[in-house]
């Protein structure tokens, strides 16, 4: 899931990404008033997310397996959907933080670095994302409709049912056709990092429509994408049905 990101981050020096993500945590602290425990949090889980390739070995020799790191990526995201139905929702950004990001880049590199993966561990993976992208949405339209906001519980519901297609249409588009990795700001770490900012900074409303935007804007994509090549598909083989067979000269 975040391979491209992976690759986007080995090319950029370290210190361009800690003073980049510093600089809008802390203007962002200033501006919205987030509690400082909470940034210091964030900060932390930061410098973790940038220290992976450290920290794995020692998960390596401990024994953790992707499939652990997985399944409980999967438990705190659970958590953190009671956090926001609760209406804590700091607990519940810094539950998706560690969950959500954390455990689900762990998983992925932790399997690419030892050579750990599976295909039922690409399973488990995929459908326990699913579920906790559910869980934590839910928690979040909960909330929203249960304090009177309407419409932005309808958004939240919306993003609920759109995140679950936008990888439904990917793998069902990939029955038909090679590959279908292409998106909009749709994807799943888009989401999860709208969701976090706009939680913290305490604005559900514009979060949560582009999160619906880029969400519907990636399906709308992936589906006129598929209907393309197999359109083009279809005209290859219509023209090699057309073409003559090669003439050979009869002995």
């Known amino acids: 899931m975040y391979s491209n990101y992976e690759k986007m981050l080995g090319r950029l020096p370290t210190w361009v990404l800690v003073l980049a993500a510093g600089a809008v945590l802390l ?15 964030c900060g932390v889980f930061g410098l973790m997310g940038l220290g992976s390739r450290s920290i794995l070995p020692w998960m390596r020799e401990a024994g953790v397996t992707p499939n652990q790191l997985t399944i409980a ?7 953190a959907a009671v956090c926001f ?6 607990a519940g ?4 933080i560690a969950g959500a990001a954390l455990c689900d880049v762990w998983d992925g590199l932790l399997s690419r670095m030892y050579n750990l993966g599976t295909r039922f561990g690409s399973v488990l993976d995929s459908v326990l994302d699913r579920l906790s992208d559910g869980f ?9 409709l249960a304090d009177g906001e309407f419409f932005s519980g309808i958004l939240a519901l919306y993003a609920t049912v759109t995140a679950q297609v936008v990888s439904y249409s990917r793998a069902r588009a990939e029955t038909q056709i090679a590959s279908c990795e292409v998106s909009l700001l749709g994807g799943r770490p888009e989401r999860l990092a709208l969701l976090i900012y706009f939680g913290l900074i305490g604005h559900w409303l514009p979060g949560l429509m582009l999160i619906c935007l880029f969400q519907s804007l990636t399906i709308i994509r992936r589906m006129v994408f598929t209907y393309r ?4 598909d279809i005209r290859a083989k219509e ?3 057309r073409c003559p067979p090669e003439w050979k000269p009869t002995e």
């Open 136 to 144: 934590i949405f839910s928690g979040v339209a909960f909330r929203l």
């Open 85 to 90: 139905a609760a209406g804590w929702t700091p």
């Open 93 to 96: 950004c810094l539950l998706t």
């Open 239 to 241: 023209r090699a049905t």
């Open 27 to 41: 203007a962002s602290a200033y501006t919205f008033d987030i509690s400082w425990t909470v940034v210091i949090i």
């Open 229 to 232: 090549q197999l359109k083009a």
């Open 73 to 79: 990526g999967s438990l705190l995201s659970l958590a």
